[in-house]
């Protein structure tokens, strides 16, 4: 296993990024600060698109989306399928999704589906009023739970098809929410309409109106034509999508994937960090748009005069085991992805662990699962939502699996467990990165792909949580800048 290879990208955060930009260009403006009329009889006939994605200036797949009328509503099928270079190894991926809209196009029942090697997920949800009945299926485990909507949920590729250009006008803005199935969450996004521009697309001129979104600090592009059809879409680390036909779009799917994902995300300091992993301490300080909001703040990581100061955990000063605090019950609970209350996950936990009682040796215990994680689950990319089940199932994974399989280890034996995201540092440049807290007496970090506890001072923490919080990496994700300072 190469160094590069385990310092694995935080996929999760650039595939969403991916799927937002197939998915969520736009909202259903209808539902923000300001309203705009459906184009007249858009919704009354069959709508298709064929896209070619890109990476930089080489293809690695297309995006298909067919919208035709319904008794009562609609139906959507969206299908993407691409071929993605990360840590080295190319991978196909495809996501399906088939939705059932209303006539408002507010969304009513949907089927997503992301497939990407052995790894599957799938995901059902129909709205009920203000909840969303949502069940998901990974490693042919199913799971039911809901979810507050905030307002009616769109899906975007819909909404778009039933704009009208005419109506968008330059410094307009408007406020709205996506619903995204990967994430299963509602996202705050800011529009703004800039100008009217004329493109080149498939050998002709066409009109189009350019509008900037933002989402979680993260600025996407698209070009809409005056026929309501995404013309282009621009987006994070050099992809875009260009409007094309159904030939084009299948056209070459077997070529070389483009450029690897993980090394363009990969942030190079202003100096080497020598002898990385044996540190007691790092100050550095951070730069570049967004990098001032993320939380670093807590834990091992203080921040005084913008310089940011990670030191090592010391294990030798652990209070003795307590009583958990409501924070620490919380995260003792399973969630969809992290399936601690499973049969597969509470057993493994058990034969790992043996005679070592989580509740007496905490510490003890902890260091057994991460080890066990480090030494039993392959170091290899996977493009697909870490789920502790699959990779139990499949023993493969990026630090993305390896960190929601340690948290659901953890629970299982008792030990409250928690996902970071961020960037580590290996061979001179910092790479986008997961890894978990576990409560040890005091939280405490801890890495299974490398196989640490603590984990080395060049973690640097950007944000806590699941696949929703991590979508906050999306705003410093190409633009982040370090300075080493110590």
């Not at 139906?75 to 993407?80: H, K």
């Not at 949502?134 to 899906?155: N, S």
Request: proline residues 5%; hydrophobic residues 45%.
């Amino acid at each position: 296993m190469t160094p590069f290879r385990r310092a694995a990208v935080v996929f999760t955060a650039l595939f969403l990024a991916l799927l937002l930009l197939r998915l969520g260009v736009l909202d259903a403006l209808l539902g923000g600060s300001r309203s705009l009329r459906a184009a007249p009889g858009a919704s009354a006939s069959v709508r298709e698109s064929w896209m070619n994605i890109f990476h930089n200036s080489r293809k690695i797949g297309y995006a298909h989306t067919r919208l035709e009328p319904h008794p009562g509503g609609s139906e959507l099928l969206e299908q993407v399928w691409m071929r993605v270079t990360t840590m080295g190894m190319a991978q196909e991926l495809r996501l399906q999704t088939r939705a059932r809209l209303f006539a408002d196009l507010s969304l009513e029942r949907l089927e997503f589906e992301l497939a990407s090697g052995p790894f599957r997920f799938r995901a059902e949800a129909e709205v009920a009023g203000d909840t969303l009945a949502v069940h998901t299926e990974t490693a042919g485990v199913r799971r039911r739970l809901e979810l507050p909507l905030k307002r009616k949920p769109y899906l975007p590729a819909a909404v778009l098809y039933a704009m009208s250009p005419a109506l968008l006008k330059p410094g307009d803005r408007y406020t709205f929410d996506i619903f995204d199935p990967a994430t299963l969450g509602q996202a705050a996004v800011q529009l703004e309409v800039v100008e009217r521009e004329t493109l080149q697309v498939m050998g002709a001129e066409q009109a189009a109106v350019r509008v900037s979104m933002g989402v979680r600090g993260m600025t996407q592009t698209a070009w809409i034509g005056e026929g309501g059809d995404v013309l282009r879409e621009r987006g994070l680390l050099g992809m875009r999508l260009e409007k094309t036909d159904r030939e084009d779009a299948v056209r070459g799917l077997g070529a070389i994937a483009g450029e690897d994902l993980a090394a363009a995300a990969a942030v190079t300091p202003d100096r080497e960090i020598p002898d990385a992993a044996g540190r007691e301490r790092l100050r550095v300080r951070l730069g570049g748009p967004g990098a001032e909001r993320m939380p670093v703040k807590g834990g091992r990581q203080t921040v005084v005069d913008g310089v940011l100061t990670v030191d090592r955990e010391r294990l030798d000063d652990l209070p003795p085991a307590a009583g958990l605090g409501a924070l620490e019950q919380a995260y003792l609970k399973p969630e969809a992805l992290i399936q601690s209350d499973h049969e597969r996950i509470r057993s493994q936990a058990r034969a790992i662990l043996g005679s070592v009682s989580a509740t007496g040796a905490p510490l003890e215990a902890a260091r057994l699962l991460v080890d066990w994680v480090h030494r039993s689950i392959e170091k290899r990319p996977v493009l697909s939502l870490p789920d502790a089940l699959s990779t139990l199932e499949q023993r493969m994974g990026d630090c993305n699996e390896h960190a929601v399989l340690l948290a659901a280890l953890a629970r299982a034996a008792g030990i409250p467990a928690r996902v970071e995201a961020g960037v580590v540092y290996l061979r001179g440049r910092f790479y986008y990165h997961a890894w978990n807290l576990l409560y040890v007496g005091r939280w405490v970090t801890a890495d299974a792909t490398f196989g640490q506890l603590p984990a080395d001072v060049t973690h640097l923490r950007f944000v806590t949580g699941s696949a929703q919080q991590q979508l906050d990496l999306l705003g410093v994700i190409g633009n982040l800048t370090i300075e080493v300072i110590e």
